[in-house]
Structure formats: C-alpha cells, structure tokens
Nanobody
Framework: QVQLVESGGGLVQPGESLRLSCAAS????????TRWFRQAPGKQREFVAIIDSVGETNYADSVKGRFTISRDNARKTVYLQMNNLKPEDTGVYYC?????WGQGTPVTVSS
C-alpha cells in the first residue's frame, strides 16, 4: 500500500525555520508533480508549492522567497524548507502526489 507521510512540523517563533518532509512508502515510482498545501484553522486548504517532474518549482505569492521545495528521488522524499516563518504560516501542512494525500504535519508559529 502506497502512503505519503509528512514530518517535521512543530512550534517555532516568528523568524525561525522548519524543514518538512514528505516521504513515500510502498510501491511508488517517484514523487513527480508533488505539491504542498496548508490549512489554517477555520480556513480552506490552500496551495503552497509544487515541484514538477523535471524539477521546476512554483510557489504561492505568500511564501515566495521564504520557502523552498526540493526532491530527493533516491529517498522518494520531497522537502519544504520554510524560512523566516510568520504567524500566518500556522496550519497543518499536507503533501499531495499521484492522487495521494498525506496525513498532515502541524506547524505553529507563535511568540
């Protein structure tokens, strides 16, 4: 059974950094076209970043210049490096690839 498992979330202060991981388990070729989404309390899930099959990336305007998405094909893992975190980055972060969603990892940015 193929699963996506996110990790790396936590509680940080504004300005700090976190690196999220999205690891694929089971029989999956690669994490092509993997997206990160987030959902803040009481809000809809929103797009954060994408990395496509050739490594091209795109970001939501709210995170451009602060977040970086990357992929390690050998480890079947996609990362989201989040720098200079702000309180509005708080939420549960999900990865999505090949019709699969992970369970989410919570991020709280608060002083």
């Amino acid at each position: 059974q193929v699963q996506l498992v996110e990790s790396g979330g936590g509680l940080v202060q504004p300005g700090e950094s976190l690196r999220l991981s999205c690891a694929a388990s089971g029989s999956i070729g690669s994490l092509d076209n993997t997206r990160w989404f987030r959902q803040a309390p009481g809000k809809q899930r929103e797009f954060v970043a994408i990395i496509d099959s050739v490594g091209e990336t795109n970001y939501a305007d709210s995170v451009k210049g602060r977040f970086t998405i990357s992929r390690d094909n050998a480890r079947k893992t996609v990362y989201l490096q989040m720098n200079n975190l702000k309180p509005e980055d708080t939420g549960v972060y999900y990865c999505f690839s090949r019709t699969l969603w992970g369970q989410g990892t919570p991020v709280t940015v608060s002083s």
